[in-house]
């Protein structure tokens, strides 16, 4: 009888690496498709940020009179820069965290 179990084995071990394999192919399509996703609106987000600070520096610079006003709206205009840059940084970095949950998930096999 182990003459015939072991080719029912052998057909069990195929359709489960198939089976991984479909999971793999299919996580990874995902990840992609999300990412692609994820990119989009993080650059429409962006440009959306980046246009409503260049609008703040034209309106102060616009009000602007003085030397003493220019050096105001610069430092100003300096800060919510590196307030920008400071929530870009820590939103890359979730999303690098993100990344590598995702990608560890896929390399276990969970789904």
């Known amino acids: 009888m182990p003459e015939l179990s072991e080719p029912v084995d052998r057909a069990t071990q195929w359709a489960d690496a198939n089976r ?5 192919m299919l996580g990874a399509q995902r ?5 692609a996703a994820f990119t989009a ?4 987000d ?23 006003d220019l ?5 100003e205009c ?6 920008f840059v400071r929530r870009e940084c820590d939103r890359m970095l979730r999303h690098g965290e993100r990344l ?3 990608t ?4 276990s096999n969970r789904s």
């Not at 560890?104 to 390399?107: F, G, Q, T």
């Open 20 to 24: 991984k394999a479909l999971h793999f």
């Open 104 to 107: 560890s998930a896929l390399m």
């Open 100 to 102: 590598i949950d995702a």
């Open 46 to 68: 962006r440009a959306r940020s980046e246009s409503h600070l260049f609008g703040e520096f034209a309106a102060k610079f616009a009000e602007a009179h003085s030397v003493r």
């Open 31 to 35: 990840m992609m498709l999300e990412e």
């Open 78 to 83: 300096g800060k919510h820069q590196l307030e």
């Open 41 to 44: 609106c993080t650059m429409l």
């Open 71 to 75: 050096n105001a709206m610069a430092r």
